[in-house]
């Protein structure tokens, strides 16, 4: 079955640490994507990145990181500058073409952050 | 600017009553237009879209949409809602590379 997966489901930071977040797509998608999601906020975008090696600074990039060393990965790292982290964290992969079907953005199960 | 906005921030129906989610944007060319679903700690799942043609989408879950130029409006509609509809809905309008959101509308079901 082709998909996106994030993991861990739950993950848990502790004071001053930095957390690893995972997604990964077999979509053989080119455009990949992480978001914030907190409540009544609706999503915010963190980075985006529409081909390997190259990513872009979203609305609020700000204590992330990340990486497109390959194709079907985007890891989202965040750091200890980020101090409100606790959010649950949705990626997102879209084929790439500028024709109409191809702009639609597909989700994976999403990651919630909680600070101890 | 572009944004979407979406008014209800809650709403209530009744199973079997329909349904109305107001969807509204502001953008500058003629966008793409998405209606997703998410339940509680669940990733959004795509209802359905609107590139381009006829203005009347039907979507997954016998859900549909209509696009309406002049409003600025992407309504969502059910005619029969079922108990299972009860989740949060979020409408997106996207360009090339990037979509905004609204800040999604939670819909409660009473049986």
């Known amino acids: 079955d082709g998909g996106i997966t994030q993991s861990p489901k739950y993950l848990f930071r502790k004071e001053g640490q930095n957390v690893t977040l995972s997604c990964e797509q077999n979509l053989n998608h080119d455009a990949m994507y992480w978001y914030r999601q907190d409540p009544g906020q609706g999503l915010r975008l963190i980075y985006y990145s529409q081909i390997v090696n190259d990513f872009q600074k979203g609305d609020i990039a700000e204590g992330y990181s990340v990486s497109r060393e390959k194709k079907e990965s985007f890891p989202l790292t965040v750091t200890s500058a980020q101090k409100n982290p606790t959010a649950f964290y949705l990626c997102?992969?879209?084929?790439?073409?500028?024709?109409?079907?191809?702009?639609?953005?597909?989700f994976g199960p999403g990651t919630r952050l909680l600070v101890l | 600017a572009q944004s979407v906005t979406q008014p209800d921030i809650h709403i209530t129906v009744s199973e079997g009553a329909s349904l109305e989610l107001r969807c509204n944007y502001s953008y500058g060319a003629t966008p793409y237009l998405f209606w997703y679903v998410q339940s509680p700690g669940q990733g959004l799942q795509l209802l359905l879209k609107?590139?381009?043609?006829?203005?009347l989408v039907q979507g997954i879950k016998g859900f549909e949409a209509e696009f309406k130029r002049s409003q600025s409006s992407f309504n969502l509609r059910k005619p029969s809602v079922h108990w299972s509809d009860a989740a949060e809905y979020f409408c997106a309008v996207g360009g090339t590379y990037k979509y905004i959101f609204g800040t999604g509308t939670r819909l409660k079901v009473l049986a």
């Open positions: 997102a992969s879209r084929k790439a073409g500028g024709r109409g079907d191809q702009e639609t953005q597909y």
């Open positions: 609107y590139f381009s043609g006829d203005t």
